[in-house]
Each structure stands twice: as C-alpha cells, then as structure tokens.
C-alpha cells in the first residue's frame, strides 16, 4: 500500500508552547490586515482569542493555516511550518472549526465524520464517540437535521477524530440564542479536556468559563495577552477591548 510520506515528529521538548506567532503580516489585495500578529498557545488549554468584528481574528486563524499569503514566523509546538502547504501543515496536527462549521446537512452524521478521516493517521471515532455519545446515537440522522448545538458536535468531532496538537475554533456561538450558547459552551468544555484550543470567542462569558489563557486584537494586532484570570479581572478593559462603550469613561474625556 502506498502509505503518505510521515511527518516527521515535532519537537516537543524544545517549546513551551503549542503554537507561536512571531510578527506575522498578511495583505488581503490592497488590505494590510495583519500587522504584525505576535501570540502564543500555551498547551492543554483553551486560548480565547477577543476583538471586535473585523480586527483580523479569522484571518489570523487562516494564516495559520496558510489559507492566505503571510510573512513571519509561525511554529508548532516549536517547530517552523510557515513555509509548508496547507495540506502538509494540517497533517502535522492542526483542526480548523470554521466560523460556519462546514457541516453537510444532506449528508448523515458518520458521513460527515467519515469525510473528515485524514489519509495515514489514526482515526478516533472512540474518542468522538465517548465525549459525543450523542453523535453515536444519531450517527444515520442527517446533520441538517440537527440542533445547532449538535451540528457543532459534529463539526468538533470531525477535528477531534484526527491526531491533531491543536484545534483552531471560530466562533462557535456567533448567531446562536442563549440557550444554545450554553449548550455549545458544555460541548467546548468537553472538547477542552483532551486538546489544545486557540479559540474565538466574542462572548465574554462564554470566554470567561473556558479559557486558561486570552489573547485580545485591536486592528491587525495583539494587544494584550496573558493568563485569564488577569486579563478578564479588569471589566473596563475588557469593554474597551471589544469595543464596547463604557459611558463613564466618555464622560471622563
Ligand atoms: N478575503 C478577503 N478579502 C478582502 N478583505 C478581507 C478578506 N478577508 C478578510 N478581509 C478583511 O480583513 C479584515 C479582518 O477580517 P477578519 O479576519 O474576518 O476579522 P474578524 O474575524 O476579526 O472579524 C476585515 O476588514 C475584512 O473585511
Ligand atoms: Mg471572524
């Protein structure tokens, strides 16, 4: 059988981190909408990632992925991948939820799942399974007919069932009602338990329940990072960082 060329182990030992973006910049035609992207992704954690709409969170997400053009260094789990094609890049272990989940409602749930199996890794349908019993039980259900809060396992699950080091998670609870939000928060704080998470989440509660770590964007940049804890202590801050109006604060100026 002709099997993949492997790809070579990472170098655990040498990061602390998971992923790490050093200055990374990308144009979108005339657009310079990353300017100069510096995080990091501590391991065995969710990462949520804040800012307003239109900052550049998406596109930080998919020049990870090499899905636009990008300068700077980007490593996973310390080793450089900014040169490589998308393809080999998602092979060394990284699971996109985009924004609008990707699920093929015509399809049923296996075969969703059943698409996402990467050619020359393992395939965890036990793992899926165990923290989605769910997916178990309406595996022959087609996902158009699902919840959006199951549509999400099932967009989760088709990351989880790769061996990946992270899952990069947009907006999981953009549109939802609240009912809902909670539903998928439960899910996330699942999935949390067995990955690494870079997730954007514009929903400060939402964000306060899972994340161990918090990067906030303004405009095509970081502009804070750090544990939390810090970083969510401070409402003000926070309101300013996803540029809520704090109506004391105009009066002030
Ligand atoms: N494919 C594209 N073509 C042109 N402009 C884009 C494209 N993708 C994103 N942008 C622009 O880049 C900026 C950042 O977008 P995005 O990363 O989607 O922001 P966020 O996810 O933070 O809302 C926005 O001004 C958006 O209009
Ligand atoms: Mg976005």
Redesign the pocket.
Known sequence: MNAPAPVEPTGDTTSDWALELTDVHAT??V?H??QGVTLRVPRNTVTAML????????????AVLGL?PRTGSILLDGVPIERETTPRIVRRGIGYVP?DRDVFGGLTVQENLRLAERKGGEHHYDRVFELFPELRKRARQHAGTLSGGQQQMVSLGRGLLNDNRVLLI??PTKGLAPKLVSEVVEVLERVRSVATILL?EQNIAAAHRLAGHVVA?TE?RVEAQGPADELLADDQRVRELLGVTDSHREERH
């Open positions: 979108i035609g657009s909408i990353l800012g307003r709409n239109g900052v550049g969170k998406t596109t930080t997400l998919r636009v924004e947009d907006e954007v964007m095509g």
